[in-house]
């Protein structure tokens, strides 16, 4: 009876540090202000994420050169994502608009941790991108 009760502790043990590993790695709700990959010049853009609606959308806020000054850009004010939906894995699911005008109709965001993951499809490419959590 004595080493049931052990073993029913270690069990007890095993799965709430599963649990909390899981609870680290587990995605969020993309809110925030994010900075983009530098393009080939150097430059990067500092997007927000908020609601729109019932659904999240992004915005670019302003443009940045490679030295960290603000540049201007005409990206500053565009909608980059939109229609993002809340899926049951805990990502979301909308479109991306990149800077060179692609369009991503099948877009995955999740944000995890100081970064926000993006899978921009069409029906022949896709596209991975990692921007870094401002705020």
Known sequence: MRALRGGAIALILCLSSNAVAQGRDAAEIPRGLWQTEPDGLGVV????????????CALVERAKNRRGYDARSDAVGA???????????????????ARDGERYGQTRVRAVGGALHLQACT????????????R
């Open 45 to 56: 853009l500092h997007v927000r994420t908020r609601r729109c609606g019932r659904d999240l």
């Open 79 to 97: 909608k980059v994502l939109w229609n993002l939906r809340a899926q049951p894995d805990g990502s979301f699911q909308g479109e991306y608009s």
């Open 123 to 134: 029906a022949a490419t896709c596209r991975n991108l990692v921007w870094t959590r401002i």
